[in-house]
């Protein structure tokens, strides 16, 4: 039978790729403290780096794109309100 791969949570991956970033601890000390193939060590060091300006990039898009959701949902808001409040007073009246 095969051996069952780890998963490692994306928390886990960049906090390896960081120290291999850092190149305080070598890769061969890294693998016996995390118990992670060197390869692999370095495929998400070089994520890390190719793709890292990208994540401050997606905030930027993601909080523009809510702020005109956030305000259709309130101009939403408004109308139901109003609708709301126009069929209390017909069926009152």
């Known amino acids: 039978m095969g051996t069952i791969r780890k998963r490692h949570s994306a928390q ?12 305080i601890k070598t890769l061969n000390e ?7 193939h060197v390869t692999q060590i370095s495929q ?7 793709e890292g300006a990208e994540i401050f990039g997606k905030k930027d ?12 949902l309130y101009e939403q ?13 017909k069926l009152t009246t």
């Open 12 to 23: 886990s991956k960049f906090k390896i790729a960081l120290e291999a970033t850092n190149e």
């Open 30 to 36: 890294l693998l016996s403290l995390h118990c992670v």
């Open 44 to 50: 998400w060091k070089k994520q890390l780096i190719e």
């Open 61 to 72: 898009h993601v909080s523009k794109s809510s702020d005109k959701t956030i305000t259709t």
């Open 77 to 89: 808001v408004g109308k139901l309100t109003m609708e709301l409040d126009w069929l209390k007073k």
